[in-house]
């Protein structure tokens, strides 16, 4: 009886720190929602005189990053961009699929460059000196960096076949760079297009200034100054945060940034 006893007040113990851990999400959640505490803050530096820039919630977790890697199509290569240390890997166009993949061992999903058969351009490359020390923020394109046209879960499309195809779109101001679309695959080839895959980078100087730069938009970057813009989130995935609104003086801005910390959603 005594067992008994016991293991139903574990059960009760277990259940209520369940309640407790889905109540501190949900007011989380809330919180984000009301975008009162979330703010765009300085980081740890990421080259002399340029530093990350975090989104975070309530001034301790951070939640999103301004993006550093940026896409574009050249020649009819696809090329991933570091913009701040300017190194770039070029994947060639029997290479232009993606596939949703885990990237980890904590349900950590990303699309990743593949041939239509479905082999991973980084793995097919890993014995090729040019690509084996290729750093992980190349190998996958974090679901934040794709400008969706609408509301596309991607984690459906988790398999070892490609789902979605890179192709060349329209021109880039003041450049000869190409957007790159993104297209959901069918039976018979190309489908409609879900997305853009972003070429944007944004930093903090060293006098706490705000860089960004859209490349779809324009080569030239806008500047900020902390105390005359704000921040508000944007959810259309109805699952989680997808983009932010920055507002400031200029005019507001959208940003696509690579989402951290999903666990808490």
């Known amino acids: 009886m005594t067992d008994n006893k016991l293991t139903v007040w574990q059960s009760i113990e277990v259940l209520t720190k369940a309640i407790l851990n889905m109540q501190k999400k949900l007011s989380l ?43 574009h199509m050249l020649n009819d290569e696809l090329v991933v961009r570091n913009h701040i240390t300017e190194e770039e890997i070029k994947i060639p166009r029997d290479f232009h699929y993606l596939k949703v993949v885990n990237s980890s061992s904590n349900d950590d999903y990303q699309l990743t460059f593949c041939n239509f058969l479905g082999n991973e351009f980084f793995e097919h490359k890993k014995y090729d000196s040019q690509y084996s020390g290729v750093s992980g923020e190349y190998k996958f394109v974090d ?22 195809f890179a192709a060349e779109g329209p021109i880039e101001p003041g450049s000869q760079n190409h957007v790159i679309d993104l297209f959901r695959l069918v039976k018979d080839g190309k489908g409609s297009k879900v997305g853009a895959l972003a070429d944007e980078f944004g930093y903090f100087d060293d006098q706490n200034k705000l860089h960004y730069y859209n490349y779809h938009k324009s080569a030239e970057s806008n500047i900020y100054n902390p105390e005359n813009f704000s921040v508000k989130m944007i959810n259309v995935d109805v699952s ?19 989402l951290e910390n999903l666990d808490i959603f």
């Open 29 to 71: 959640i809330k919180n984000i929602a009301s975008d009162q505490d979330v703010t765009l803050e300085k980081g740890k530096e990421l080259l002399s005189g340029i530093y990350e820039a975090n989104f975070k919630l309530n001034k301790t977790i951070n939640i999103a990053t301004l993006p550093k890697i940026g896409y």
């Open 143 to 164: 679901f934040g960096s794709v400008k969706k046209t609408h509301n596309l879960k991607f984690k459906e499309y988790v398999g070892h076949a490609p789902k979605f």
């Open 240 to 258: 989680k945060i997808d983009k932010f609104y920055l507002i400031a003086e200029q005019g507001d801005i959208i940003i696509h940034p690579i």
